[in-house]
């Protein structure tokens, strides 16, 4: 994912190796002129700086460098907050359900700027995205206590088909959205 995606409201901003390797150097200031944004004071905390450790490793050894990993969420406008991250767990095949031909996704937004549909307004972007590049196999695991992205999960259509315990987050619902060529 080379291209920043853009929606209504956002651009999904690709958080290159370089802008993560700055942001977890501590050189803030080089992270946020390569992209193009404002990073919150307080992020990442220390289970994002975990997160965006683990996708700069995965970035390092991939031939397709973050092509699908991260994307920073970033409010259009003068100011260009980012106000949280989007990406796929990796290329497919790399997903909970481990199916060949599916990809994974994962996003945050941050709590200062929830409850206004941007979480919705990503996914429905980088969806549309991965489908121009011959995607239609998607899968995504979601808390049971988190009813906003249960509610978002259902509402664009993916279905419950099981769930598993994962070591970072504890157990998760899985849902998968196959979509069937016209």
Do not use: K
Not at 95 to 104: G, K, T
Not at 105 to 129: K, S
Request: glycine share 10%.
């Amino acid at each position: 994912m080379s291209e920043t995606i853009r929606s209504e409201r956002l651009e999904l901003v690709p958080l290159t190796e370089e802008m993560l390797a700055a942001l977890l150097e501590g050189t803030r200031a080089d992270c946020e002129r390569l992209g193009d944004f404002v990073l919150p004071a307080d992020w990442p905390d220390q289970h994002d700086r975990r997160f965006l450790r683990f996708r700069l490793r995965q970035m390092r050894n991939d031939l397709e460098p973050g092509r699908w990993l991260v994307c920073g969420v970033v409010r259009c406008g003068e100011e260009r907050p980012l106000v949280g991250h989007i990406g796929f767990h990796g290329p497919r095949g790399v997903n909970s359900l481990q199916a060949p031909d599916a990809v994974e996704i994962g996003y945050t937004i941050f709590p200062g700027h929830r409850r206004q549909g941007y979480a919705t307004e990503a996914v429905v972007a980088l969806l549309d995205w991965a489908r121009t590049q011959g995607l239609d196999h998607f899968v995504a695991s979601v808390g049971p206590e988190n009813e906003p992205s249960l509610a978002i999960v259902r509402r664009l259509g993916f279905r419950e088909v099981g769930r598993h315990w994962d070591d970072e987050d504890g157990e998760e619902l899985e849902f998968e959205l196959v979509e069937q060529p016209a």
